[in-house]
């Protein structure tokens, strides 16, 4: 999940929780101080008709109901009635009162109590010497209609505000993280042939900005770093070059040359192959040095795998004259684009090249099947072999400069063909896969985007 949206999610979630915990106090407060108010109410008029009852004047009795009439009035479903003691067992019964209201109107001469919408109040009234126990009912349909109203008020704007806060939330997030965004956009176009480029530093001077700052100069090292061993690499392998070809092109001559004994052209030939190797070897790394990471060096464009892969095979034929190389064309895409590529010719036969030349060196010159087919983004080129394989805890390391199984003791290497390999293959947004078992054999699967992109 984004953390914008992770953001947003989780600010909605605290605000929710402040919310319903508001709306659930001021609902429990609205209610209970409603309720108060009307307890009170039904008090006062249970008290007026109390002593109404105590009034031992008869002519005067009228005006306590006239007051409460004039100046209360009545309550909705308002009903009075009198108990001569709490052991009034008549009237009890009518009443679904609890014990405890009358163990706590024995207590304190008054008690309440709240029941299916029915407010009920008990009060002890004097008057001289006499008394009378009042238990006084209403329902209060004005506050339950408020309490109901207060309820659906409470809801809706409980479920209005989580839209809202989410869509702040959001809005606040994505606007937060813009700089963010821009920085990985940035970034993502960097790559080793563009490591000249920079993020774009303002002068706010806020945290993001620092982090931009701070990989700038991260790729300013690197770029250093970059150029130094770029350099080296270049140079070593113009170094190495001209001698190699005057070894070969000597190797060449001494071959021509008449009456030569089997061992001295055995020797030339040993010679002329071995040197043919290691130029292959130094012009894969100078191709690799050549590609550079400035972006004027390179020559990406479109191309086709199936010929790079017979350009491969040719490259093999010179270096093991006896290879068993094979191509599989029978899997190639219907259409033609489907084969098309952008990359560095030189590069992807270099790395192809390792990988092929592998194979034919670590299964002894057995049968090597080369296959190329497709899936819905990518060529894919399938080199098998039937040789010595790669031990299972090792495949893994393949790819780490200057690894070699421990299985290779019998043949000649250095551990950076694959390596090598498998950065161009990364450099061409592609990916590469690796099956292997001991004495069966191994299959390198590479993926590389094709241009097509369908109609
Ligand atoms: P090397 O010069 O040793 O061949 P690479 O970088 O080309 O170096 O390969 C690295 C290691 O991967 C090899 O030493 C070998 O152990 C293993 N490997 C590569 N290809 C194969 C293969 N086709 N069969 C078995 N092992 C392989």
């Given at each position: 999940m984004k953390i914008q949206n992770k953001i947003a999610i989780i600010f909605t979630v605290l605000s929710a929780s402040i919310i319903l915990a508001l709306s659930v106090f001021v609902y429990i407060f609205g209610s209970e101080s409603i309720a108060a108010s009307f307890f009170h109410r039904l008090e006062v008029r249970s008290d007026i008709i109390g002593h109404a009852v105590l009034e031992e004047?008869?002519?005067?009795?009228?005006?306590?109901?006239?007051?409460?009439?004039?100046?209360?009035?009545?309550?909705?479903?308002?009903?009075?009635?009198?108990?001569?003691?709490?052991?009034?067992?008549?009237?009890?019964?009518?009443?679904?009162?609890?014990?405890?209201?009358?163990?706590?109107?024995?207590?304190?001469?008054?008690?309440?109590?709240?029941?299916?919408?029915?407010?009920?109040?008990?009060?002890y009234i004097t008057s001289g010497k006499r008394k009378v126990i009042m238990i006084s009912s209403a329902v209060d349909l004005y506050g339950l209609a408020e309490m109901d109203n207060l309820?659906?008020?409470?809801?809706?704007?409980?479920?209005?505000?989580?839209?809202?806060?989410?869509?702040?939330?959001?809005?606040?997030?994505?606007?937060?993280?813009?700089?963010?965004?821009?920085?990985?956009?940035?970034?993502?176009?960097?790559?080793?042939?563009?490591?000249?480029?920079?993020?774009?530093?303002?002068?706010s001077g806020d945290d993001i900005q620092d982090l931009a700052r701070t990989f700038n100069d991260m790729l300013d090292r690197l770029e250093v770093t970059f150029e130094i061993q770029n350099n080296f690499v270049s140079n070593a392998s113009h170094e190495f070059k001209t001698p190699l070809t005057v070894i070969s092109g000597e190797a060449e001559i001494g071959l021509s040359t008449p009456g030569l004994s089997d061992n001295a052209r055995q020797s030339f030939e040993n010679i002329y192959r071995e040197s043919e190797k290691l130029e292959h070897l130094t012009s894969s790394m100078l191709s690799l040095a050549q590609t550079g990471f400035d972006g004027k060096k390179e020559e990406w464009g479109a191309l086709r795998v199936d010929e790079l892969i017979l350009s491969v095979?040719?490259?093999?034929?010179?270096?093991?004259?006896d290879n068993k190389v094979?191509?599989?064309?029978?899997?190639?895409?219907?259409?033609?684009?489907?084969?098309?590529?952008?990359?560095?010719?030189?590069?992807?036969?270099?790395?192809?090249?390792?990988?092929?030349?592998?194979?034919?060196?670590?299964?002894?010159?057995?049968?090597?099947?080369?296959?190329?087919s497709h899936d819905k983004t990518y060529v894919i080129v399938e080199v098998a072999d039937q040789g010595i394989g790669i031990p299972d805890r090792e495949i893994g390391q393949i790819f780490v400069p200057f690894f070699r199984a421990s299985n290779t003791e019998r043949y000649k290497g250095y551990g950076i063909g694959l390596p090598l390999a498998h950065n161009?293959?990364?450099?061409?947004?592609?990916?590469?896969?690796?099956?292997?078992?001991?004495?069966?054999g191994t299959r390198f699967k590479t993926y590389l985007p094709f241009c097509y992109k369908g109609l």
């Open positions: 004047n008869e002519s005067r009795k009228p005006i306590y109901y006239d007051i409460k009439e004039r100046h209360l009035g009545d309550l909705p479903f308002e009903k009075h009635r009198i108990l001569l003691s709490l052991n009034d067992a008549g009237v009890k019964k009518k009443l679904p009162l609890p014990q405890v209201f009358y163990d706590e109107l024995a207590r304190t001469k008054e008690a309440r109590y709240f029941e299916k919408d029915t407010t009920y109040v008990g009060r309820k659906n008020l409470l809801v809706t704007g409980f479920f209005i505000s989580l839209v809202f806060v989410f869509t702040f939330g959001k809005l606040f997030s994505t606007q937060i993280f813009k700089p963010i965004q821009r920085i990985v956009r940035n970034v993502k176009g960097i790559n080793a042939r563009n490591l000249h480029q920079r993020l774009i530093v303002d002068d095979k040719e490259a093999a034929d010179k270096i093991i004259p094979s191509i599989n064309f029978e899997n190639l895409p219907e259409e033609e684009q489907k084969l098309v590529i952008n990359g560095n010719k030189v590069l992807l036969k270099a790395a192809f090249s390792n990988i092929v030349l592998n194979s034919c060196k670590y299964s002894d010159n057995r049968p090597v099947q080369v296959s190329i161009i293959i990364r450099m061409h947004q592609g990916k590469a896969e690796v099956w292997s078992k001991v004495g069966e």
